[in-house]
């Protein structure tokens, strides 16, 4: 399932991009083989996919305000940038693949400051990113859109300066992630 769901107003998104621009020098290389020469930012937990592990991350009000409003209860994002700016060069884009265990399946994705071309396999099983089951769309600034994490998806091109922002809730069963408890902070501000 992949869903337009609005577009926020031009002020809004020239807001987050200028505020995202602000915050590229917080952001470090994508550890990612899916995302070679991406930078990226954790927002309010990461998930370290290689130790199996979700620990608090960066804390920004004005994004997490804006997480609420789209996805309420959300306490895991990542902000990515495609361009240049800061002194980093980052490639944007994001190879075909699924999001790990420590999210649900539903997400929430954000484009703002450039156009971008998303890519969505509508067969969950589907393994090949050539077949006819392969949807692609264009993303303008402002998007907002939701699509299920666990079936293939990827980031096929974008305009430069180009901000993403996925928005997810940890899964309640971490059999992968053990110990997992949501960030004292986070926890505090999320609805008992």
């Known amino acids: 399932m992949f869903k ?11 807001e987050l991009t200028q505020h995202c621009t602000d915050l590229i020098p917080q952001m470090t290389p994508d550890v990612s083989n899916y995302a070679k020469g991406r930078y990226r930012l954790w927002l309010f937990h990461e998930a370290l996919l290689t130790k199996k592990r979700v620990i608090p991350a960066y804390f920004d009000g004005r994004l ?17 940038f495609g361009g240049e700016a800061h002194g980093i060069k980052s490639n944007g884009k994001i190879l075909p693949h699924r999001d790990d265990t420590y999210a649900q399946e539903l997400a929430y994705g954000v484009n703002f400051g450039a156009s971008a071309t998303f890519g969505y396999n509508t ?11 392969v949807e692609y769309y264009h993303l303008e600034p402002g998007l907002i859109y939701q699509f299920n994490c666990k079936h293939q998806h990827a980031v096929v091109g974008h305009e430069p300066g180009r901000f993403s922002l996925n928005i997810w809730t940890i899964r309640n069963n971490l059999d992968k992630y053990p110990g997992f408890t949501l960030a004292p902070n986070i926890a505090a501000l999320l609805p008992k």
């Open 123 to 133: 067969d969950r099983r589907g393994n090949n990113f050539t077949a006819t089951t």
């Open 64 to 80: 997490w305000q804006f997480c609420q409003r789209i996805y309420p209860g959300s306490n895991i994002a990542l902000l990515t």
């Open 4 to 14: 337009i769901i609005k577009k926020v107003s031009d002020s809004t998104e020239s």
